[in-house]
């Protein structure tokens, strides 16, 4: 029967140098609402006879995100490797928004508020679109599954 879809997730602990509270709720959302639903079939694992669902880690190595994919029992399918170049612009402006979103939430009107969500949200659709277009060929997934995935391609590059 198949079942494309990712049924745990884990990061590389060795590759997150810091992160705060606000950092580690925006992971453990990410991480639940991946887990809750999300679309994701390798294609090439699929094509194998392995249909799901899927163990996933995700670190980063050498400048590229290492994708490493297991069955649900947790034998070894694959790696997959996605350079990072192309994201970095992305990652760096997300950033800067998240740091001024959590600013704001202590103390700025409910209109400035708004205004720098939806700033953080054109980044976030941006780059999950750039990860859509990096899996093209590897993975089928979903915009709302590649948006998660950003996130937490965004926890493993803080650095404290």
Known sequence: M????????????????????????ERRI???????????????SYDAGHLGPYRLQLSVQDGRLALDLADDSGGQLETLVLGLGRFRRLIREYFAICESYYQAIRKATAAEIETIDMARRGVHDQAAELLLERLEG???TDFPTARRLFTLVCVLHIRG
């Open 30 to 44: 990410a991480i639940y609402d991946l887990i809750e639903e999300n679309r994701f079939k390798p294609l090439r």
């Open 138 to 140: 590897k993975v089928e």
């Open 2 to 25: 198949s079942d494309p879809r990712i049924s745990h997730i884990d990061l590389d602990e060795a590759t997150i140098l810091w992160r705060n509270a606000d950092i580690e709720q």
